[in-house]
C-alpha cells in the first residue's frame, strides 16, 4: 500500500518511522510519504493560510498550495488501477472505526490532507473529488489543533490490518472491537501479587470454561463501559460456539 500524509508539519509524522510502522515500511509492506504543503507554494512568504470569507476568528488553508501538492501525489502514482482515497482528519467528518480501517487498510493508495487553523477551503474537497474518492474522518467528539495527530493514529490502525505487519495475525482476532464488544482482561504471572488472585477459571486449563468466562468479562466491560456498543451488538453473527456464552 502507499500513503502520501501532505502537512505544513512533516516533523510531527516521525513518529510513523518507529516500532511496526517503521518496520512496515523497511520490509517494503507500507510505501510512505510526507510531503510539505509549503513545497506547494509559489510566493516568497510560502503563504498557505488567509482569512475567512464571511469573517469570524481564525485562518483558513488556502486552495492553490493543497490543490498543487494533492496533485503532486496523485500524478507521483501512475501504477494506480483505482482513484486514491483522500481522508481529509477533521472533527466534522465521519467516524473513523475499526470497519473503516479495514475497508482503507484494501486500497492501494491513501492520500491524507492535513489541515491547521480553521480548515480548508472547502472548494478543494470539491475539486479533489475528480481525482480521489474524498472521505473527511474524525476520530472522535473533541478537537485537535490540526490533522497530524488524527493521522498518526489512523495510519497505525490502518497500517497493522495489512498483510504480514502484524507478526501473529491470530492477535488480530482477538481485540477490541473485532467482534463488536470490547476485549476481556488479561494477566500474566504471578498468579498472586499484593494480595490479589488472577480468577481461578483461568488456571483451571478448562479451555471451554475459559472462552465462555472470557465472553461474560467482554459483555460485562462492554456493558459498563459502552454501552452504545452494546446496542449494535449481535449475538447471532459470532460463530456458533461463541453465541452458547449469551
Ligand atoms: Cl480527525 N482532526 C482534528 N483536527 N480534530 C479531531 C479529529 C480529527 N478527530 C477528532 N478531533
Redesign the pocket.
Known amino acids: 500500500m502507499r500513503i502520501d500524509v501532505v502537512s505544513i508539519f512533516p516533523d510531527y509524522l516521525a513518529p510513523l518511522e518507529l516500532s511496526l510502522i517503521g518496520k512496515a515500511c523497511q520490509d517494503g509492506l507500507l510505501d510512505l510519504r510526507v510531503h510539505d504543503l509549503r513545497d506547494f507554494t509559489t510566493d516568497r512568504h510560502r503563504t498557505v493560510d488567509d482569512t475567512p470569507y464571511g469573517g469570524g476568528a481564525g485562518m483558513v488553508m488556502k486552495s492553490e498550495p493543497w490543490a498543487q501538492a494533492l496533485a503532486s501525489v496523485a500524478a507521483g502514482n501512475t501504477e494506480a488501477a483505482t482513484k486514491p482515497v483522500l481522508i481529509v ?3 466534522a ?1 465521519e467516524r ?1 472505526t475499526q470497519a473503516a480501517a479495514h475497508e482503507l487498510a484494501a486500497e492501494e493508495q491513501l492520500v491524507f490532507a492535513c ?1 491547521r487553523y480553521e480548515g480548508i477551503d472547502e472548494r478543494v474537497m470539491e475539486w479533489a473529488a475528480e481525482y480521489f474518492t474524498v472521505r473527511p ?11 497530524e ?3 498518526l493514529a ?1 495510519v497505525e490502525a490502518i497500517g497493522r490490518l495489512l498483510p504480514g505487519v502484524v507478526g501473529n495475525p491470530e492477535s488480530l482476532v482477538e481485540e477490541s472491537h473485532s467482534d463488536g464488544l470490547l476485549e476481556y482482561p488479561v494477566y500474566t504471572k504471578p498468579s498472586s501479587w499484593r494480595d490479589r488472585e488472577v480468577p481461578a477459571v483461568l488456571l483451571s486449563g478448562n479451555h471451554g470454561k475459559i472462552a465462555q468466562w472470557r465472553r461474560h468479562e467482554q459483555y460485562r466491560r462492554t456493558a459498563e463501559r459502552r454501552p452504545d456498543l452494546l446496542a449494535e451488538f449481535d449475538a447471532a453473527k459470532l460463530p456458533r460456539a461463541d453465541r452458547t456464552a449469551f
Open positions: 482528519p477533521s472533527p467528518g473513523f489541515g474522518m474524525s476520530l472522535g467528539d473533541y478537537v485537535l489543533n490540526g490533522g495527530v488524527a493521522v489512523m
